[in-house]
Nanobody, 114 residues
Framework: QGELVESGGGSVQEGGSLKLSCVAS????????MSWYRQVPGQDREWIAS??????????EKSVKGRFTIFRDNDNTKRTMYLQMDRLKTEDTARYYC?????WGQGTLVTVFS
């Protein structure tokens, strides 16, 4: 088990929703800003959203703002961060990664079809 483990990816029709989860190690959850990134094969990894050390002050990349929501579980014992993705578009298709203190999960694949 890595320090960051993502889940929740899948295939969804355009306009639909998915909720990604990232379970973090105790160190990452307590000591790190945490972020979601995504990557399309052949392209650079792209930052899309972040939370600060206490899970507040959400920040979003322009193309996902208003459609995606980053948040942490209210129960800190779960050490889980989420990405709620609504009104998905085909261009959101990518592998999504969780990051904290430059540590990465293995990613979870999201495919949006028209």
């Amino acid at each position: 088990q890595g320090e960051l483990v993502e889940s929740g990816g899948g295939s969804v029709q355009e306009g639909g929703s998915l909720k990604l989860s990232c379970v973090a190690s105790e160190y990452v959850f307590e000591k790190c800003f945490m972020s979601w990134y995504r990557q399309v094969p052949g392209q650079d990894r792209e930052w899309i959203a972040s939370l600060n050390l206490i899970g507040g002050n959400p920040q979003y990349e322009k193309s996902v703002k208003g459609r995606f929501t980053i948040f942490r579980d209210n129960d800190n014992t779960k050490r889980t961060m989420y990405l709620q993705m609504d009104r998905l578009k085909t261009e959101d298709t990518a592998r999504y990664y969780c990051e904290g203190c430059l540590r990465w999960g293995q990613g979870t694949l999201v495919t949006v079809f028209s």
